[in-house]
């Protein structure tokens, strides 16, 4: 929609002049630019989630299990750490999880503090959700340190922090410290996004960890990408038991279908098989990296299926120049910074055959 379609509406003041969040869908060979799992799903689990969707199907004029308690029950399985389903929620990805948290525990009269460069929708799901909120700032090198993250929060005493570990863009994740340090000073919830964290390095904490005797920390994730699974649309949280029941009080009626739930049940019951990718997935991201330096760039460490490098004087031209050679990246609106989403060999290989052209 353009800017002059909303002219004639009353559309609410902030929202006037946005742009809706989108990465370019453009016909290119190599499209690595919005951080999926170039795998296609393994044949077994095709038929799987083929057979879980026919038995659902059978059924879908009733109104799906409102609450979700089977995949609920999986998904706490799968991430371990002694949860059940009493402390795990899922929604339409896990972009509908946060907003209802921020429905829950943000809104007017209430602020939300994130450290760009991050997640560029927790701004947005902010804003459409009437938080307020609040840009804070990292180290020069994209890092942030415990001491810093506790002073910006004692300065601006939001009622919702958002942490992404591992960063998107930058890939890095964080210490156990800097979440520690979140939990101690603010007078809210910490939300740690956590959507990349099959990735991470060997010997990364999680911030899961840290959920015993912390009411107030939520850690976000999601089956699109170490799972591949995208195009279901499936994330949840893991956290108290309290905020469970408190983001169902703003929840839609049957907000996760039927078939949704049944292609993410099969999923999980497949969890070995699918996540063997990440480890091919890392091998390609480490590739990239070390290549990438290699060629004189300056890269940031990565522990997701992604890598930020850099610097260019004219980001802009560097990511035009790729798509010239069929090869599609994100430019992030960081300057002098692009990611590139680490995919198969043959895709990693046209990419760092593009690259070696341009540097």
């Known amino acids: 929609m353009s800017v002059a379609d909303l002219n004639g509406l009353p559309i609410r003041d902030e929202l006037r002049g946005m742009s809706p969040y989108g990465a370019p869908q453009l016909a290119v060979s190599v499209r690595l630019n919005t951080n999926e799992n170039s795998y296609p799903l393994p044949d077994e689990v095709v038929t799987a989630v083929a057979k879980a969707l026919a038995v659902a199907v059978r059924d879908v004029n009733r109104y799906p299990d409102r609450d979700a308690v089977a995949l609920r029950a999986g998904l706490a399985g799968y ?53 307020r909120w609040i840009d804070g700032k990292r180290d020069a090198d994209f890092g942030l340190k415990a001491g810093d993250v506790a002073a910006q929060i004692r300065e601006h005493r939001p009622d919702v922090v958002f942490l992404c570990s ?28 956590e959507a990349y964290a099959e990735f991470s390095r060997p010997g990364t904490p999680s911030a899961l960890d840290l959920l015993p005797g912390h009411q107030r920390l939520v850690v976000t994730r999601t089956m699109s990408k170490a799972f591949a699974l995208a195009g279901v649309r499936l994330g949840y949280l893991a956290a108290d038991p309290a905020v469970v029941d408190a983001v169902q009080l703003v929840r839609l009626p049957y907000h ?58 004219d980001q802009k031209a560097v990511w035009q120049a790729l798509l010239t050679r069929d090869v599609l990246v994100r430019d992030v609106g960081l300057r002098g910074w692009l990611r590139v989403t680490a995919g198969t060999p043959a895709e990693t290989d046209a990419f760092l055959a593009a690259m070696k052209e341009l540097v």
């Open 79 to 131: 991430l371990g750490h002694g949860l059940d389903v009493s402390r795990i929620w899922a929604a339409n990805g896990s972009n509908e999880v946060q907003q209802q948290l921020l429905q829950a525990f943000g809104g007017p009269g209430r602020s939300a503090l994130g450290f760009t460069p991050a997640y560029s929708m927790h701004p947005l799901l902010a804003t459409a959700t009437g938080t």
């Open 166 to 193: 591992p960063n998107n863009p930058t890939g890095t994740a964080l210490p156990l410290d800097v979440v520690s340090a979140a939990l101690d000073t603010a007078p809210g919830m910490v939300v740690v996004d």
């Open 256 to 313: 996760l279908s039927a078939l949704t739930q049944a292609a993410g049940q099969a999923a999980l019951e497949h969890a070995e098989v699918l996540l063997r990718t990440v480890e091919a997935v890392k091998e390609q991201r480490d590739r990239i990296v070390a290549t990438l330096r290699a060629y004189g760039l300056t890269v940031a460490d990565s522990d997701a299926n992604f890598v930020l490098f850099g610097e260019f004087r």
